[in-house]
């Protein structure tokens, strides 16, 4: 089993910034890919970024050139830089582990979930 923390999450004015983190524990990350998807309030569970065993990362159109998904396998932690923050932006952001290596943008290929932490963004 994996376990998934996030932490960073916060309340930030638009235009500005966070940095999420999500620590994992039990097993190494190094095989996996990992990644980040959000829910908002009243809408479905979508796709934000995730990176591969070998660093190839893929990017939600709605969030590419804004936010950058990077692994540190030494720490086991996945971090998601989130630059020119829009109110759009606002969700539950969840970090999550596959045991195949390579990234999928469908929530049901992940094998692994933290709890998320909240990002609201004001306007």
């Known amino acids: 089993q994996v376990q998934l923390v996030e932490s960073g999450g916060g309340l930030v004015q638009a235009g500005g910034s966070l940095r999420l983190s999500c620590a994992a524990s039990g097993r190494t990350i190094n095989n996996y890919a990992m990644g980040w998807f959000r829910q908002a309030p009243g809408k479905e569970r979508e796709f934000v970024a995730a990176?591969?065993?070998?660093?190839?990362?893929t990017y939600a159109d709605s969030v590419q050139g804004r936010f950058t998904i990077s692994r540190d396998n030494a720490k086991s932690t996945v971090d998601l830089q989130m630059n020119s923050l829009k109110p759009e932006d606002t969700a539950v952001y969840s970090c999550?582990?596959?045991?195949?290596?390579?990234?999928?943008?469908?929530?049901?290929?992940?094998?692994?979930w933290g709890q998320g932490t909240q990002v609201t963004v004001a306007s």
């Open positions: 990176i591969s065993w070998n660093a190839v990362t």
């Open positions: 999550v582990a596959r045991l195949n290596g390579y990234s999928d943008i469908r929530y049901r290929s992940y094998n692994f």
